[in-house]
Nanobody, 124 residues
Framework: QVQLVESGGGLVQTGGSLRLSCAASARTFSNYGMGWFRQAPGKEREFVTA????????YYADFVKGRFTISRDNAKNTVYLQMSSLKPEDTAVYYCAAALLGVGARGGHEYDYWGQGTQVTVSS
């Protein structure tokens, strides 16, 4: 069982930045590919970004390319999402997820564990 706890969400103005963190309880964190998804009110959950279990490969949805960066620190069992140039349409609950030996999985069904989410609100 892997527990994921997101943090770092909050209210930010358009153009601002936030860094989300996701701390994992897994002893073998480095075996898990990690992803970030988001869900806005009234919308379906959507893929944002993913990083392979090794950290060597990263994947991004087109709408965040150049603005968001995913990274991981396996020594700290943590994955990060650095968000910059935020827009009101980035407002959503952001979830991290873990997939055993995952490499760039974009479908939510490909992930084994999920965090509880952290709210990001971008004001205009």
């Amino acid at each position: 069982q892997v527990q994921l706890v997101e943090s770092g969400g909050g209210l930010v103005q358009t153009g601002g930045s936030l860094r989300l963190s996701c701390a994992a309880s897994a002893r073998t964190f480095s075996n898990y590919g990690m992803g970030w998804f988001r869900q806005a009110p009234g919308k379906e959950r959507e893929f944002v970004t993913a990083i392979s279990w090794s950290g060597r490969s990263t994947y991004y949805a087109d709408f965040v390319k150049g603005r968001f960066t995913i990274s991981r620190d396996n020594a700290k069992n943590t994955v990060y999402l650095q968000m910059s140039s935020l827009k009101p349409e980035d407002t959503a609950v952001y979830y991290c997820a873990a997939a055993l030996l995952g490499v760039g999985a974009r479908g939510g069904h490909e992930y084994d564990y999920w965090g509880q989410g952290t709210q990001v609100t971008v004001s205009s």
